[in-house]
Each structure stands twice: as C-alpha cells, then as structure tokens.
C-alpha cells in the first residue's frame, strides 16, 4: 500500500505560478503518478498524469501552463501551474495507480485558493 502527503498549496494571486509535491511512502517506478482536482459543487477532475516511462498527459483546462514530472527515485511528484486562474480554485489531490495490480491510492488533498 502506498500513502501520498501533499504539500505545496495555500493562496495564490491571480497569474502567479503555483508549485505541489507528493511524497510517496514508497517506491512509484511502477505507478502511474497523476493530480487530480476537485472544486466546490464540482466532480473531481483530472489535472495531470506522469507514466513510469515518463509520459506525460494534461487537462485542456491547464495544457501549455503546467507541468508534471516525478521524481522516482525521491519517490515524489510535483506539478506546476503558470498564470493561475480563479477556475484553478480547488483542493489538488495526488493519485498512485500500480501498473502491476491495478490498485490505486489517494492523498488527503491540498488546497488551492487562488484569489487577490
């Protein structure tokens, strides 16, 4: 079982960048590695996804001002966001799925306030 801890939220002004990390218990060479967002009243959604051989895949809302990368051997991933938005207003929760099993684990989330 793996468990994820966000880090990296809190408020942000409008067209600052935004930085998150998730640190895994242990090791994600063989997990896909995403980010995911929920906002108020709203599903969650997907953000960004990583792949263990580094594929990377993004949301329309964020492509061209985002960037997802893993480090596997820190066991973390991160994500970056450009230009923030009020729409990026959400808590931001870090996904684990086993290539191998197909399990999948969930962070706890952090919040995103994007505001003046």
């Known amino acids: 079982q793996v468990q994820l801890a966000e880090s990296g939220g809190g408020l942000v002004y409008p067209g600052n960048s935004l930085g998150l990390s998730c640190a895994a218990s242990?090791?994600?060479?063989?997990?896909?590695m995403g980010w995911f967002r929920q906002a108020p009243g709203k599903q969650r959604e997907l953000v960004a996804t990583?792949?263990?051989?580094?594929?990377?895949n993004y949301a329309d809302s964020v492509k061209g001002r985002s960037t997802v990368y893993r480090d596997d051997a820190k066991n973390t991933v991160y994500l970056n966001l450009d230009r923030v938005e009020p729409e990026d207003t959400a808590v931001y929760y870090c996904?684990?799925?086993?290539?191998?099993?197909?399990?999948?684990?969930w962070g706890r989330g952090t919040q995103v306030t994007v505001s003046p």
């Open positions: 242990g090791g994600i060479s063989t997990y896909t």
């Open positions: 996904n684990a799925r086993s290539v191998v099993s197909g399990n999948e684990y």
């Open positions: 990583v792949t263990f051989r580094g594929n990377r």
